[in-house]
Nanobody, 117 residues
Framework: VQLQASGGGLVQTGGSLRLSCKAP???????????MGWYRQVPGKQRELVAE???????TYADSVKGRFTISRDNSRKTVALQMNNLKPDDKAVYYC?????????WGQGTLVTVSS
């Protein structure tokens, strides 16, 4: 599944951003069968899971973003979004979307989120 991420940028502490990840070339049924997630990475650290939404719609969040971030998917548009509210300087990272089905995984290009204090 080829993924295209967008929506990163610069925001002040307390602000909001919405990331979007599209799979324009995927067959809809194929997209629907994948668990979709957002990960983030800062220099010198491992990529970490931020939020995930399963093919069935079950959501999982990292403790650090619970109550602030919301992941959603629109299967008809083959899109997964990450609404990020009340952003903090620690949220600064490159964010990657991910599509997973069994042992198979695909990554989008990263999108940089910068939060100024």
């Amino acid at each position: 599944v080829q993924l295209q991420a967008s929506g990163g940028g610069l925001v002040q502490t307390g602000g909001s951003l919405r990331l979007s990840c599209k799979a324009p070339r995927a067959i809809t049924s194929v997209f629907n069968s994948h668990d979709m997630g957002w990960y983030r990475q800062v220099p010198g650290k491992q990529r970490e899971l931020v939020a995930e939404i399963s093919a069935g719609g079950r959501t999982t969040y990292a403790d650090s973003v619970k109550g602030r971030f919301t992941i959603s998917r629109d299967n008809s548009r083959k899109t997964v979004a990450l609404q990020m509210n009340n952003l903090k300087p620690d949220d600064k990272a490159v964010y990657y979307c991910n599509a997973k089905e069994g042992p198979s995984a695909s990554w989008g290009q990263g999108t940089l989120v910068t939060v100024s204090s």
